[in-house]
């Protein structure tokens, strides 16, 4: 096998390949493979003529549209290790992204340069970027051990950490996430995208382009010009995790759409509920799998059928099996002791595989490389099943220690979103002196009448698991990927409220 990559060669076959194609579609119009080459090489060449060694980070701050899906791939094809930085963070978490990563250059919009001149970072502006034409050999050839991008892990349970992934590794990644897509995309395909292209809607935008597929991305979640979409029957698959599904099926309640082939939908645990209710809507098309940063997709599949299988077998008691490893995948469950769980034992989920990452960057930007054949070390809880499958319980470090207990926060988040019928719920703890913890859940935008709901659910669950208090949020506290931050939550209820410490624990608001 060849220790060397040119991904301007293998863009410039696809341009020769599928070049008057329609690549990428934004609500401004269409581009075509031959146009996206043209645009992304002349980044790329601009890139490469500003000195900028391979693997050196250069950052995109673009937000989703056909211009986000050319500067990520003149980046890639000048060598240089992608940033994609995500549009929705604050301007606090890019400067901790920029110092953390040392990037010094940046592509971005007028509009935005400004912001990045102040972190001391050159700023490549799109809107000067033009066209060049370009072939085989118009690019330098990287090596198997460069970096080839750099991703943030979420931050939910502390700063987050650079994530480095090579050139091998990101070849692989490509290679696996094409290999395991339930539908081969041809001329007539079409996949519809509405998260941040830094994140997972980028991943797959590469699989359908690479086979000559159409993307049609979108810049958030507008459920008028999704329901628009779908009703047209112009798009043959979507990507949409557990809380873009959510508002596309509130939007849609009551309607049937069974235009998809497939959703694809990851990143957070499915509720039984949601899974219904998505039914309903779209039929059984759901593909579930499991992602990080640090092991990009796919690490476990479960194909549509199998997750309608699991979803009717577990009915609303149904826990986040995520399916099986993928190929090259090893999945290992470490128990709190250090050995190896058994199947049906909870312990921490470790990953090996070939399209994990190679190291991280941790505060001060210091580069840890990952041990060679070693295992990632989630931080996630789960159990591999007796068939062989995964099945997610939750964080470590939102592990709940309550009366000499470990309470896993899914164990209640499931059965009192069931009870819900719908709806957003996070469970926690809060420091306690007479409990350790006490276990406090709190649902978002309820419905009057929630609390009565939810009696039967909390009454049914063992006594140390029930929570002590229940609170309702307008919103709850996310992060740039959407995720609900269990720590932030936490974090507001200790602001805005007063433990009454003792057997019987409550919680009551604060004096102003």
């Known amino acids: 096998m060849p220790d060397t990559f040119c991904y301007g060669n293998e863009f410039a076959t696809l341009v020769q390949r599928f070049g008057d194609r329609i690549a990428v579609e934004d609500v401004t119009g269409t581009i075509t493979y031959r146009a996206l080459g043209t645009k992304a090489a002349a980044l790329g060449l601009a890139v490469t003529q500003a000195g900028i060694a391979h693997g050196q980070p250069v950052a995109s701050f673009v937000r989703n549209g056909i211009p986000a899906v050319w500067t990520s791939i003149g980046i890639v094809m000048s060598g240089a290790a992608e940033v994609a930085l995500n549009p929705g963070l604050s301007e606090a978490d890019l400067r901790y992204c920029v110092e953390l990563a040392g990037i010094r250059h940046v592509v971005t919009t007028r509009a935005q340069a400004g912001l990045f001149e102040t972190l001391g970072a050159r700023v490549h502006c799109i809107e000067e970027i033009g066209t060049a034409a370009f072939g085989l050999g118009s690019f330098p050839r990287a090596r198997r051990e460069d970096w080839a991008r750099i991703g943030f892990t979420s931050g939910t349970t502390g700063p987050p950490k650079g994530i480095v992934t090579n050139q091998g590794g990101r070849f692989a990644a490509n290679l696996?996430?094409?290999a395991a897509m339930?539908?081969?995309?041809?001329?007539?395909?079409?996949?519809?995208?509405?998260?941040?292209f830094s994140h997972g809607a980028g991943l797959l935008t590469y699989a359908y382009l690479d086979?000559?597929?159409?993307?049609?991305?979108?810049?958030?979640?507008?459920?008028?010009l999704v329901l628009g979409i779908l009703e047209r029957g112009e798009a043959d698959e979507m990507f949409a995790p557990p809380t873009v599904l959510a508002k596309i099926?509130?939007?849609?309640?009551?309607?049937?759409?069974?235009?998809?082939?497939?959703i694809y939908c990851g990143t957070a645990t499915l509720s039984p509920t949601l899974y219904a209710r998505a039914r309903a809507i779209f039929g059984p098309v759901i593909r579930v799998t499991y992602g990080k940063t640090e092991v990009v997709n796919p690490i476990t599949v479960l194909e549509p059928p199998e997750t309608d299988a699991w979803y009717a077998e577990g009915g609303?008691?149904?826990?986040?099996?995520?399916?099986?490893?993928?190929?090259?995948?090893?999945?290992?469950?470490?128990?709190?002791?250090?050995?190896?769980?058994?199947?049906?034992?909870?312990?921490?989920?470790?990953?090996?595989g070939h399209q994990m990452m190679a190291g991280t960057i941790t505060t001060g930007g210091r580069y840890e490389p990952l041990p060679p054949d070693g295992f990632h070390e989630t931080g996630d809880l789960g159990y591999l099943d007796t068939q062989g499958r995964?099945?997610?319980?939750?964080r470590s470090a939102n592990m709940i220690k309550t009366g000499g207990y470990k309470v896993a926060p899914e164990e209640i988040e499931r059965p009192l979103a069931a009870a819900l019928g719908g709806g957003e719920i996070v469970a926690f703890g809060v420091p306690s002196e007479y409990w350790g913890e006490v276990i406090v859940a709190v649902a978002e935008r309820p419905q009057p009448g929630w609390e009565a709901k939810l009696a039967g659910a909390v009454a049914a669950m063992t006594s140390y698991k029930r929570p002590r208090a229940l609170l309702a949020f307008e919103d709850l506290p996310r992060n740039a990927m959407l995720k609900v931050s269990h720590n932030a939550a936490r974090q507001h209820v200790l602001a805005t409220h007063e433990l009454i410490d003792g057997p019987h624990p409550r919680l009551v608001p604060r004096t102003p």
């Not at 086979?211 to 008028?224: E, M, N, P, Q, S």
């Not at 149904?318 to 470490?334: K, L, S, Y």
């Open 176 to 178: 696996l996430q094409r």
């Open 182 to 196: 339930p539908h081969k995309p041809g001329r007539k395909s079409r996949l519809l995208l509405m998260t941040p």
């Open 211 to 224: 086979l000559g597929g159409a993307v049609t991305l979108l810049d958030g979640v507008d459920t008028d």
């Open 249 to 262: 099926v509130a939007a849609a309640e009551g309607r049937r759409l069974p235009g998809l082939k497939t």
């Open 316 to 352: 609303t008691d149904a826990d986040a099996c995520v399916g099986w490893p993928a190929t090259g995948v090893e999945v290992v469950i470490r128990t709190d002791d250090d050995r190896q769980a058994a199947p049906g034992d909870v312990g921490e989920i470790l990953l090996r």
């Open 390 to 394: 995964l099945h997610l319980s939750g």
